[in-house]
């Protein structure tokens, strides 16, 4: 039962383009959703989050977009770096009996072409 | 550096045996995490631990086991070794428990191999 699901594998943009992944998510019962973003030999990175009470959230080059009735969230990344070439988790948060509950998806993998 | 120490980086070793991973939470951090990525998967939930105390349950197998001390370290046991136990396990640790926003730092992980 996959709650969260990142149903891209692999994404590839140009340099200076905007990126844009995209998370589908099947609880309702989540209320809080967080990007996530690893480079190879390191642990997940938090990126940015966005609660459920809101549509959008922006962090500089980095804006995600909730679409609470579609249950579907995207980030949007402008202009893409070569830096930004990464795999990213987007992730889905609720609390339950007194414990976090944070589901991930399977990830997309990002890669910025000079 | 996100603060969160995991040991060893990697592990080779055959079926049917059992390791030890061990992780430091950032200072200050109550709430340990384990997570497990195997190939083309996303980051699946094994367990949690606030405080010492076991709060949360995943996809955690019967053969793999956790706890936390004291100081505050955690350990993941997994024992019986299957070949479908290779993957990339992942600590991470956050203040507090139970907010919904409440943002994790994960290690760097612990590659198995289990040949």
């Known amino acids: 039962d996959q709650q969260v699901k990142q149903n891209s594998p692999s994404l590839s943009v140009q340099e200076g383009r905007i990126s844009i992944l995209n998370c589908d998510y099947t609880?309702?019962?989540?209320?809080?959703f967080l990007w996530y973003k690893k480079y190879p030999a390191e642990g997940p990175t938090f990126l940015i989050s966005i609660s459920s009470i809101k549509d959008k959230n922006e962090d500089g080059r980095f804006t995600v977009f909730l679409n609470k009735s579609a249950k579907h969230l995207s980030l949007h990344i402008v202009p893409s770096q070569p830096g930004d070439s990464a795999v990213y988790f987007c992730?889905?948060?609720?609390?339950?009996?007194?414990?976090?509950?944070?589901?991930f998806g399977q990830g997309t993998r990002l890669t910025i072409n000079p | 550096d996100s603060g969160v120490t995991q040991t060893p980086k990697h592990l080779i070793t055959a079926t049917g045996q059992r390791v030890t991973l061990r992780c430091s939470p950032r200072s200050g951090d109550l709430s340990v995490y384990w997570y497990q990525q195997s190939l083309d998967q996303g980051l699946q939930f094994l367990i949690q631990?606030?405080?010492?105390?076991?709060?949360a349950k995943g996809n955690i197998l019967e053969r793999f086991s956790a706890q936390q001390f004291p100081d505050l370290h955690s350990e993941l046991n997994l024992s019986s070794l299957e070949l479908g136990d290779s993957a990339l396990y992942f600590c991470?640790?956050?203040?507090?428990?139970?907010?919904?926003?409440?943002?994790?730092?994960f290690g760097s992980g612990t590659q198995l191999s289990v040949l």
């Open positions: 991470a640790s956050s203040v507090e428990l139970g907010a919904s926003d409440e943002k994790l730092f």
């Open positions: 609880n309702s019962m989540f209320d809080y």
């Open positions: 631990y606030y405080n010492g105390e076991e709060r």
């Open positions: 992730a889905a948060s609720a609390s339950f009996q007194g414990a976090q509950k944070l589901v």
